[in-house]
């Protein structure tokens, strides 16, 4: 936060982003390429899933992500309605659609892995039913600050709900958690958690360090369209 | 140190990323009336909304009595009375209820006297128990009126009071003012036709 | 207070003049519900096994619809700015707004729920559940949906976008609420779960009057 | 027709203008048949039992909410006078409405809940039944929930009684378009509870416009 | 035989059950103008929309051009223009877009040039792309106006069209008013206010 209040006037995180954009992007793809080598090509296939383990080098790292987005977007709520931060509002608005993109990819590629794996793209289990509430809560914090002509009121309205969102999370999560283990779930086929081999683990934190870096990357670059987008349409207004 | 009850000072207004107006700046004295003019769109309901704080201002203070308003919107907003564009009555509920209801909201008692001496003042004894939705379009902003009467706040804001008034109720609301005045209360009013009551002139451009 | 109780009484006045509104509400609920087994055939195993999930839906779905107006209303005729400009906290308004709305939509729900739970072949015992968890959870439901209707205010299709907002919002009352009624019909911990239930209420009736004032606040601009 | 025409595509901009409206009714949908399970419970086969009644009946939910402002908007801006004074008959004005309506809603909720469908395990074949009877049925819940929706503009109490007349008679079209739909699934001949259904459409299209036009009248009295 | 476009004979209204007006007849000419005068409730908007078949009279008849404006209502609505104390614009469409899906309602063909026109008329250019959401009291008045005279109707029912607007837009509404009379039109308007065109008067009591 203490960077964003340096940054918060848009003029100066402008020149800030001018600077780190072409370095960023070049670095993500550089690291995407290397992961993408190691996931697909030197990391070996599993002995039960084979080759369909690769999906998981982009799906755990999304998950992740998609978490870490909502709790950015409770974060920038905050500074918008507390500070005041024209800055937050713009940031809110441009990171939003990058963390359900990256709840989306999480969804997608759990579907088509759970086919060959559970003989079904879905089924009721706790982890994806929350992982699915997420990805509403993250449409309705868009779909909310679409909603209005006056762009201001819609970021403000959006910034609240992804405070009291952010609140319910953790009793969204363990009610859905609850909700689950009491009826007994069609018994899923899972990875063991922490017991990863290093062959697996390796690849799977570089992509999620790569993913970062293209969350971060997206970002920024939606940030300064909504900069511009705001300018021109304040300059149409004066005119 | 403040000798006016209300200054206002340095205020500047955006509505949807235009600027309406900046560096405004009155006083008002007790018993002053300022009638707000200008033409259409130069900002006179923003005014009044942003004095009652329902817009927030990019900038400049508001003073009651050497205060800044902000400071306590709660004490603020009981010295308002207010007549906005909408009349903001329920049509299902009659007269007298939306009399008696609005003077519920503001946490004040029901007082039947005064009931009646308001709606005496616009002549609407006859209607009192009529619902809204059945009142003529003069009749209602009669009703908004006689509320405004009844709330006996100390700084009325009233956005065209005279509209869809007839002859009589335009004198009717001019008694009411004039006595509000003498009593030493405040009043800011938009208009476009005059008020027929004396006091000062805002113009805004 | 004084202040809260005559925005409370003032809404019920309003219902009050127009009963075909909570009506209307009602037999959604009844008609939501009836779709089921209709739909579904007489199995009676099928029915029992569903009965609360569908009741408890078709409760947050029937709240849900009557809420988009509680404060479009208000904020269409103006009066919603007289609110704004009461001398005492919006939140307590909020409060109230949301009160009036349970006491015409949540309570008449609860109250009847146990007769629709008949046609699907609950236990008498498990009728009696199912009207406390009700009667514990709706609050949770209206408080909720007053922040989604306080947020949509002066957007389009408000209705539509309140459910949305409100509905994952609403999702642990819905499962701990189904989830009592069907612990005590499968010799679950029924009480253990009402209490869960009134927590969640509880935690919405703390937080909720705050994000809807603030909610109101920046519609009323 | 110019007029008919003019209207439906005054509506389509309106939309237009907040493309974001459309995607709110289906996230709506899509929102509401993941509470049902949420309610009810994971298990695979009691889901699949469900599905279509579910479904269908979120389509329900999704068309009325969506359908509540079709008119009030227009009445409370005052646009519905000029609707009742435009030089062509009403009926039609009020068919372009549900009309409008139906492109909207109907049509995208129908293209969207085979997808659905995949979470409650339904087969392929019983996803392709489900998108035609949709697709079959939603302009009635159009029709008459833009009946309900008009009735309930005219303030009268009359009015709001009669709004309760109108949600039964969403009834049939819900009960043989999940009827179709659990048909084909057990076996029994889709196709003619598809005709029925496809009958009760037409019959919504040839009296509702008459009753909607009537009940637009007397509220603009 | 008919010597007057519009004949008005006997006409009686009820408002929920109510007697607002009856035996109320008048008759009006080619470029004549009738301003409705009369206390608040007196009946104004109620006769506004009886002649516009908006409210079903309880007795009388309405006759244009010798034959019964009731045997053929759609042809009788082609041709009013009417302003009611609601606008009837939709706040999110600009002022354009309103303007030219009115017209398209009325099942005209849309006009660019008569468009530009009306909205000079009323100096709505600068306004033309905003929504009407954003307008204030006074514009969003002068867009409704601009609408009717768009229209082109042979008859203007007007509902206190002076209502919210500034000097320069009520001499605008004159000049407007004037062209159309000249032009053979006939224009009904209920006022509490001088209309400022010469015309008939039709007291109400
Ligand atoms: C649409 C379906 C799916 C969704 C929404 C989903 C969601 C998630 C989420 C949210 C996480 C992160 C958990 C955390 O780190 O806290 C995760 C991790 C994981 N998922 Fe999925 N998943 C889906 C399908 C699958 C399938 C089919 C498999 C393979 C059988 C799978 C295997 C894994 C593995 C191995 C992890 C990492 C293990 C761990 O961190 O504990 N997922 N998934
Ligand atoms: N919600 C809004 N969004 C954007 N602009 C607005 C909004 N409301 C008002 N405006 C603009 O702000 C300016 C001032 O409007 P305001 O309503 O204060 O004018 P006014 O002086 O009251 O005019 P009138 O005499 O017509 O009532 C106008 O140009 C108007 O178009
Ligand atoms: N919907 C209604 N139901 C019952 N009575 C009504 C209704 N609308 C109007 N009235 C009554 O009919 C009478 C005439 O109303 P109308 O609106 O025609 O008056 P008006 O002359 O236009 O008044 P104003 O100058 O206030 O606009 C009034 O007494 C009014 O109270
Ligand atoms: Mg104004
Ligand atoms: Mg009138």
Redesign the interface.
């Known amino acids: 936060m203490a960077d964003l209040h340096f940054l918060a006037n848009p003029a100066r995180f402008r020149r800030f982003s001018q600077r780190v954009l072409p370095s960023l992007a070049f670095a993500t793809v550089l690291m995407l390429a290397v992961g993408l080598y190691m996931a697909l090509i030197q990391s070996p296939p599993d002995y039960q899933q084979g080759d369909t383990v690769r999906i998981m080098f982009v799906h755990v790292p999304s998950a992740w992500l998609a978490m870490a987005g909502y709790a950015l977007l409770a974060g920038l709520g905050a500074s918008l ?1 507390i500070w005041r931060h024209p800055l937050a509002a713009l940031m809110a608005r441009a990171s939003a659609p990058v963390g359900a993109g990256f709840c989306a990819v999480c969804l997608l590629t759990g579907a088509l892995w759970g086919r060959p794996m559970w003989g ?6 706790a982890r994806l ?1 929350s992982m ?2 997420l990805f ?2 993250y ?2 914090h ?3 600050s ?5 762009p201001e ?2 970021d ?2 959006a910034a ?2 992804a ?3 952010v ?2 999370l953790p ?2 999560k ?3 958690d ?3 283990t ?2 007994q ?2 018994s899923v086929a899972r990875l063991g958690g922490p017991s990863i081999h290093p062959s697996i683990l390796i690849p799977l934190l570089w992509m999620a360090a790569t993913l970062f870096l293209l969350f971060v990357l997206l970002v920024l670059l939606r940030t300064d369209t909504e900069i511009d987008r705001r300018r021109l ?2 300059a149409e ?2 005119a | 140190m403040a000798s006016f009850p209300l200054e206002v000072a340095d205020l500047a207004c955006r509505r949807g990323g235009r600027k309406v107006f900046e560096r405004l700046s009155f006083t008002l004295g007790s018993g002053e009336l300022l009638a707000l003019v200008g033409r259409n769109g130069s900002g006179k309901t923003t005014l009044l909304r942003a004095l009652a704080l329902l817009v927030r201002p990019e900038a400049g203070s508001i003073h009651w009595q050497g205060k800044d308003v902000r400071a306590e919107p709660e004490a603020w907003r009981g010295r308002l009375a207010w007549l906005g564009h909408l009349e903001g009555l329920k049509g299902d509920l009659t007269v007298a209820e939306n009399l008696l209801a609005a003077e519920r909201l503001r946490g004040a008692p029901p007082a039947e006297n005064r009931l009646d001496s308001a709606l005496v003042a616009f002549d609407l004894p006859p209607l009192a128990a009529r619902p809204v939705r059945t009142l003529s379009a003069g009749q209602r902003r009669r009703t908004a009126l006689a509320r405004v009467v009844l709330t006996q706040a100390p700084l009325w804001l009233l956005d065209e009071p005279l509209n869809a008034l007839d002859a009589p109720a335009q004198s009717a609301f001019r008694t009411a003012l004039k006595k509000h005045l003498a009593a030493g209360g405040l009043a800011i009013a938009a208009t476009h036709a005059d008020l027929g009551v004396p006091g000062r002139t805002l113009e805004l451009a | 207070m004084s202040g809260f109780a005559a925005l409370v009484a003032r809404d019920l006045r309003l219902v009050w003049r127009r009963p075909g509104d909570v009506a209307v509400v009602l037999a959604f609920f009844v008609v939501a519900t009836t779709l089921f087994p209709l739909g579904i055939g007489p199995e009676a195993n099928v029915l029992a096994r569903i009965a609360a999930g569908v009741l408890w839906c078709a409760a947050l779905f029937a709240a849900l619809l009557s809420l988009d107006r509680l404060f479009a209303a208000d904020f269409e005729d103006g009066t919603l700015d007289l609110l704004l400009l009461a001398p005492w906290p919006l939140e307590l308004a909020a409060l109230a707004k949301c009160c009036a709305h349970w006491i015409v939509t949540g309570l008449p729900l609860a109250l009847l729920a146990p007769f629709l739970g008949v046609a699907f072949g609950l236990e008498p015992g498990v009728l009696l559940a199912l009207a406390a968890t009700l009667l514990v959870g709706t609050p949770a439901l209206s408080l909720i949906g007053g922040l989604a209707a306080a947020l949509t205010l002066g957007a389009r299709k408000s209705g539509a976008l309140l459910a949305l907002l409100a509905l994952p919002l609403c999702v642990p009352t819905l499962i701990f609420g189904s989830g009592a009624v069907e612990a005590l019909a499968t010799g679950g911990d029924f009480g253990a779960h009402l209490a869960v239930l009134a927590a969640l209420a509880l935690v919405a009736l703390a937080t909720t009057p705050w994000a809807i004032a603030a909610a109101l606040r920046q519609a009323g601009e």
């Open positions: 309605l079904a793209y879905w089924v009721w289990d039913t699915l509430l509403f809560l449409l309705g868009i779909a909310l679409r909603a209005y002509d006056e009121r819609g403000r309205a609240i709900l405070l009291v969102g609140i319910n009793i969204i363990f009610s859905v609850w909700w689950n009491l009826h779930p069609a349409e304040n207004l004066q």
